[in-house]
């Protein structure tokens, strides 16, 4: 039996970004979670507590306990800052 090295590794998918902000996403995926986060970002809910709105948007998630204690907009900053700096990084090795 002959099998090869590359065929007997495990898939490793990757990890969207947004999943950092998560101990667990429960049920939901991140893409899920991060339309809801801009949903609710869009709708000026920025200044709620953004423990209480992970309970009512994705029930079953778990936030970090840093973000729980902030705002959504304080979660939706933790995840555009580090994203769009990202971007700025590739640009800059164009």
Not at 26 to 49: C, F, P, W, Y
Not at 69 to 93: C, D, H, M, Q
Request: aromatic share 10%.
């Amino acid at each position: 039996m002959s099998n090869r090295a590359s065929d007997l590794r495990p898939m490793i998918t990757a990890k969207h970004p947004f999943e950092n902000c998560f101990v667990d996403l429960g049920s939901h995926s991140a893409d899920k979670a991060l339309i809801a986060l801009t949903d609710a970002v869009h709708a000026e809910q920025r200044d709620m507590n953004a423990y209480d709105w992970i309970t009512q948007a994705l029930p079953g998630a778990t936030l970090k306990p840093a973000l729980a204690f902030g705002t959504v907009g304080e979660l939706y900053r933790s995840y555009t800052r580090p994203a769009e700096f990202g971007r700025l990084k590739e640009v800059w090795r164009s």
